[in-house]
């Protein structure tokens, strides 16, 4: 991905997940919600415009029904 980019995020979670959220150092956060056809959760994530080259951590926190909260990092590198 490149500075400016939007990021398309799709997420296998199931249907009844009660909050999914993504995050990425330097571009804030976003919530992801169940699309029914696409079987998955969606969401997008805008890169700010301007933003320098490097590695990155993308967090997705999901909570279900009974509070349980599951947090899972993933690496993400912005390209010149």
């Known amino acids: 991905a490149r500075a400016g980019d939007t ?12 909050s999914l959220r993504a995050s990425l150092e330097g571009a ?7 699309d029914a056809a696409a079987g998955c959760s969606l969401g997008t ?8 080259p490097g590695g ?8 279900d029904t ?9 690496a993400v590198r912005i390209l010149p």
């Open 66 to 74: 009974a509070h349980n909260v599951y947090r899972k990092d993933y």
């Open 7 to 18: 990021l398309a995020l799709r997420v296998d979670a199931p249907p009844d997940t009660r």
């Open 28 to 34: 804030g956060r976003v919530a992801l919600r169940w």
């Open 56 to 63: 990155r951590r993308l967090t997705l926190l999901a909570e």
């Open 45 to 52: 994530l805008k890169l700010p415009p301007g933003s320098p």
